[in-house]
């Protein structure tokens, strides 16, 4: 099967600015059926990458938000009562297998631990997924393809995922872009000037350097986006700077009086 590429100029594709040869890899992976693991910080681009890619290649997107109570009955689906009959309902990942498309597990090593023996007949050359409860076993059509991603900065002893699992993946890690791309892709995705930018992607760096010390994550690509177009809409720089780059990383209010202080010495 040859790899398969779409033009980039496509309105419909969802904006992505490749850090790498991320891109190139997707398409292998698709077109060799193989599931894909991506690991990056919280808001680094990993799921707009996954639309982007799913948009361009023509397959429909199944996207699931893990969590802990995330269990496999809510991938594959369970009996439920309609007008007085019992009926089954397939999960999303049971309707991607069915029909096609990529299944998207965010945040994967949140959901119970029974979600990784659903998957693992679905990441080696089987390629099929068991239903007890019907007593199926549905093969993946080719046009099928599994994702999964994770935050490793988030990871502990009793959230991660083993490696019996990870090896079942080809992986790509993804990190915040170098700032003169974070600067195009913050412009181009909020309206804002990239002049008027510039100091929240600087901003930005100085705060990513305080991880692991008095913050637990740095800004996100995500959270930039949202202070520039609250800018771009009006409100003042920093009251924007302060709800989006600043409340949402710290309850401290020590850690924020710091925060508040360096935000002031970059954007004034």
Known sequence: ?????????????????????????????????????????????????????????????????????LTAADLTGRYLLKGGETVWADGPLTRAVREGGICYLDEVVEARKDVAVVLHPLTDDRRILPLERTGEELEAPGSFMLVVSYNPGYQNLLKALKPSTRQRFVAISFDFLPAEQELAVVSSESGLAEARVKPLIELAGRLRALKGHDLEEGVSTRLLVYCASLIASGLPVREAVLSTLIEPLTDEPDVKAALVEVARAVVG
């Not at 991506?38 to 996207?63: I, N, S």
């Open 1 to 69: 099967m040859n790899v398969a590429t779409f033009p980039r100029a496509r309105t419909d594709i969802p904006f992505y600015a490749p850090a790498g040869n991320e891109v190139a890899l997707f398409e292998l992976a698709w077109s060799r059926r193989l599931p894909l693991l991506l690991k990056g910080p919280t808001g680094c681009g990993k799921t707009r990458f996954v639309a982007h890619m799913a948009a361009g290649l023509g397959l429909p997107l199944h996207t699931v938000s893990c969590h802990d109570d």
